[in-house]
């Protein structure tokens, strides 16, 4: 995989999942917009020479206005990115909020030691060889000459950039020597100078015109040909391997979810998740009961008809459930239309993987990834965020609690001082509060099970009395504000696993 699908491949996830609904088609036009905007975002930092620094507030706007400049300019950009890919403009306009500060983070952990500059102009050429066409004109002619296959990029093939007796000097002149020959290139040169010999001096006065002419009706035609054939075959799964169509129902609807958890035995351990209808949630239900016997764990699944009616894998949910019941400490998470599955022993989870993917046919099924704290916890913000700035005084204060919900708040170990990254989040949901009639919140503070659990109960009441307090602080109301320690009482995930830990230590919010 290269650097551009290793960025994507962190990053498109969270910004596929905050759009909600979208069918296939639309989802790889969508990652093809990222693709782009990655190699563009990149090779504009280079072209700056200046690395944007990262808004404590996670805040993709202030990258874009660091590394593009002029709200016009993102306009432009946006607007061609959207046509090229054929995405919404609106929604490439999200999309590319979104992805800003995460793209930058995964640039920044691929660079390691080195500093982030230095990365990009050694890769140049790898961001370069996947930018659209119409993008070329925006660099300086500094990372043109840098870019390998600029030429391939321009004709759509390096050797007959070379061999073409047409005078093209800034294509000859930009072509890496990895790419075209030293003999190729003087051979061009050679032509060049042989058709200039041969003109009179009116028309070699008109050469460098008509060579640039001939440059943009190449690109032109290039673009169009791109827009009229572009692929809309699913992508690769880069961690099983397999292309997996997305299920949908209603694409104007959020997928449905639904997360489970044994405990060391065979027994639920946690169970969660949010769907379209009560006859879905029914369908999980019965299947959990058909393989765990009865239980409470799953009661707490919440129904919203913005969800899809139908959940990924839905039809073999029980022979599912009966493999993840044979793993103690597993969990799996059906969400945006795919299942990712965790376990404390690589064998086991590699193995449940692999039953999971007979068994779920035609969904994706992916191992979890390490824990990666802010690619975690910055989206998260971002999610909230957008979600709080779409509800007005017609919303309610469940859609305040759910919007609240969506962020992650990162306490330090033994501390219950809020990060300063969720101050915004919550300065936003005061706001809010304001406005919608009646919002009233209970605030609920839960650990992990690691330590004493008295312990535990003390330390998640002081984390949500210091997000009541900080609240208030900013003028919502103390009487409709209530707080909660439940401790480790509560999980949502395992606590055998890192992951599973860091998604049980969390403030939740419900209307009161």
């Known amino acids: 995989m290269d650097i551009v699908e290793q960025i994507k491949s962190a990053v498109l996830p969270h910004v596929l999942g905050s759009l909600g609904g979208q069918d296939s088609t639309s989802q790889e036009n969508q990652s093809n917009l990222i693709t782009h905007f990655i190699s563009l ?19 993709g706007a202030s990258i874009l206005d660091q590394v593009f400049g002029s709200h016009e300019e993102q306009d432009s950009i946006i607007g061609k990115l959207a046509e090229f890919n054929q995405v919404d403009k609106s929604q490439a306009q999200s999309l590319i909020t979104t992805s800003a500060p995460l793209i930058l983070t995964q640039i920044k952990k691929l ?36 870019i390998g296959g600029l030429g391939a990029k321009l004709t759509g093939d390096s050797s007959t950039t070379t061999s073409t007796p047409t005078p093209t000097p800034t294509v000859t002149s930009t072509t890496q020597p990895s790419y075209t020959s030293a003999t190729s290139t003087s051979t061009t040169s050679t032509s060049t100078t042989s058709n200039s010999n041969k003109s009179g001096g009116g028309f070699k006065s008109l050469l460098p015109l008509i060579g640039l002419l001939l440059l943009g009706l190449i690109i032109f035609f290039l673009w169009r040909g791109c827009n009229d054939n572009k692929a809309t075959a699913p992508a690769e799964n880069a961690t099983t391997g397999q292309v997996a169509p997305v299920p949908r129902d209603d694409v104007n609807k959020d997928f449905s979810s639904f997360n489970i958890t044994t405990g060391e035995g065979d027994e639920v351990y946690a169970c969660g998740g949010e769907v379209g209808n009560q006859a879905l949630k029914d369908n999980i239900l019965g299947a959990v ?36 019941k044979a793993i103690p400490n597993a969990s799996a998470e059906f969400k945006d239309g795919k299942v990712i599955v965790n376990a404390p022993d690589a064998t086991a989870l590699n193995n449940l993987v692999s039953q999971l993917q007979g068994t779920l046919t035609g969904v994706t099924v992916e191992g979890a990834q390490a824990l990666d704290v802010q690619l975690t916890v910055d989206p998260s913000l971002q999610a909230a965020m957008n979600a709080l700035n779409a509800l007005d005084a017609n919303s309610t204060p469940a859609d305040l609690a759910n919007a609240l919900n969506l962020q992650v708040i990162n306490f330090e170990v033994g501390s219950d001082d809020i990060p300063d990254v969720n101050e915004v989040v919550l300065n936003k949901a005061v706001e809010v509060m304001k406005v919608i009639p009646n919002a009233a919140l209970n605030i609920t503070g839960h650990t992990d099970s690691t330590g004493n659990e008295n312990q535990n109960v003390t330390l998640s009441q002081e984390r949500a009395d210091a997000v009541k307090e900080y609240l208030t602080d900013q003028g919502a109301p103390s009487t409709a504000l209530t707080s909660t320690g439940a401790g480790s009482s509560q999980p949502v995930a395992d606590n055998a696993t890192d992951q599973g830990k860091f998604r049980n230590r969390r403030i939740s919010f419900a209307a009161s």
């Open 41 to 59: 975002f990149a090779t504009k930092i280079i072209g700056n020479d200046a690395v944007p620094q990262a808004n404590e507030t996670i805040d």
């Open 111 to 146: 660079a390691g030691g080195e500093s982030v500059l230095s990365f990009l102009k050694n890769n140049v050429s790898l961001f370069g060889d996947k930018l659209p066409s119409w993008a070329i004109s925006l660099l300086p002619a500094g990372v043109l000459g840098a």
């Open 289 to 324: 009961a058909n393989v765990f016997g009865t239980s409470d764990k799953c009661d707490n699944i919440q129904v919203d008809d913005d969800n899809a009616m139908t959940l990924a894998g839905q039809e073999n949910l029980e022979a599912a459930l009966t493999q993840i």
